[in-house]
């Protein structure tokens, strides 16, 4: 819901500058707001660890901002990924309050409040990006990514009317007949017959009466004649809700997705898959990335034929799934995860702050067209039986949330996975060529590993080639055409997207992976990750192009139709 299209609503956005302070190796649960220095400023939304003064720091920050509240009034304050530890707190004069902790760096959250006075108040946002199981089990050390730290993504104040609708639901229900379902959801204070009316692209399609302090309202529409959106022609659509004083306008568009046999379908037609992993990473924002940047990589991910973004391995900006709406991009989003074992997947703490995300994640991105798969756990220990009961009560919990999506998980245990019945859609995260064998037996990799899934309960189902890649450093530039070079990777990407092309057994490919990114320093790890970047994008961290851009480009779009 686009909360800053409001009418009877006032929406305040907070970016800019806010006061800073690094308060390091302090103790969250012995920091009194009141006496911290701030000593500092810094850009909202920004990774302070990605700015000079703080590059590479882990530890506690403060952010202050001053808010002017009206008494008595009803605020929601929306954050849209603070990394990965916030407590909000509201002060004035020498008291305070929290209002909200949350975890997990890549998920929108709110904060609701009233202020008793009228006055100006101080908004103080702890944020700490130490990765520490206690306090947030979903960042962890080991991650092939740079955890940054921050408020990385959009902060806005919103001033509620009495009665305010919380939340939109919009599902396609047929796509032939246009037939959509339509769940609006409002609290506030007790009214009896508030109007609610409904339009679409401005046109009124319902008008009725509803009572109470909360509810919920839903009602299947019939919108005749209206486009719908798919890859090829993403028409987008515009419902606007009015309850009382409140109207918030949403952004839709009328798609289906499902799975068929072995195939993927999108309004009944079979789809492929062409495109890339992308990490929401640059060595200068950190995971804040700037909107213009996203639509620059768009820009390059169509550019090269492709139709398809997994999402890696967090659930992706609600800026950059709405770019990918207008674009006629799919999106598989996914929720925070990387390499899990049995032991995090039998854990209450993680499984409870994975439910979480998942709520969050498809709360922010349920009526995004663009999304057509839910993904979790990438490369988790799937193949351990003591994991089985985690991953059931994650899927189940996806589908109980939104059943009309397929899910999928990207395994790299293909031949001992114990929950490929679980998925809609099989994925799997091959490195043929680059940790094992070679180009040339690429084809017989994947062949081969395409039947053992089947055996293994993959028959019937649509195949993913969730990862694939090798990785170059830019500008090196080999006539022996090693590993490492522009060269190599091209030729493997080339391959890579030529035998997915010819075997329509697998709906698509995700190339690993879009861009360059920082990654953790571990000792193990690093001295196979030059620069300690993973190397493995087709454009680097500053999205120029390697060689492998030209191959790729090619390759999809001989097997795109609609590039
Ligand atoms: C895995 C993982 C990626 C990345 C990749 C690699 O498949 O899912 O995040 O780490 O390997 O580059 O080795």
Known sequence: MDARNGQGRVVEDLAGLWDFAFLGAADPREVAVGTI????????PMCFDATPRYAGQRGLAAYRRRVKLEGGARYRLTLDGVHHWGRVVLARKQESAILREHIGGFTRFHADFQAAEAGEYDLVILVDNRLDWARCPLHLDYFD???????????????????????VWITTRDPKARRVHVRVEWSGQAQENLPLALAVNGRPVLAEQVSGDSGSFERDLELPGLGLWSPGSPALHELTVRLGADEVRETFGIRQVRVEGEKILINDEPVRLWGFNRHESHPQFGHAVPPALMASDLQQIRDMGGNFVRGSHYPQDT?????????????????????QTAQHLTDPKFLEAQLVNIEEMIAAAYNRPSVILWGLLNESESHVAAARAGYERLIRRIRELDSSRPVTYATCHPQEDLGLDLCDVVSVNLYPGWYYTSIENMGNDL???????DSRGAAGKPLILSEIGAGAIYGCRDTHEMQWSEQYQAKLLREAIGFVGKHPRWSGIAIWQFCDVRTEEI???????????????VVDEYRRPKMAYEAVKEAFRRWNADA
């Open 319 to 339: 800026r950059f799934l709405e770019m990918c709406d207008r674009a006629g991009v799919c999106v598989w989003n996914e929720s925070i995860g990387w390499q």
């Open 447 to 453: 062949a081969y590993v395409a039947k053992v899934l």
């Open 145 to 167: 990514w740079y955890n940054y730290g921050g408020i990385s993504r959009g902060v806005w104040l919103t001033r509620l009317p009495e009665t305010a609708i919380d939340r």
């Open 523 to 537: 000792p193990q790890r690093i001295v196979g990750r030059p620069r300690g970047f993973n190397n493995k994008g």
């Open 37 to 44: 220095k701030f000593d500092d400023v810094m850009a909202v």
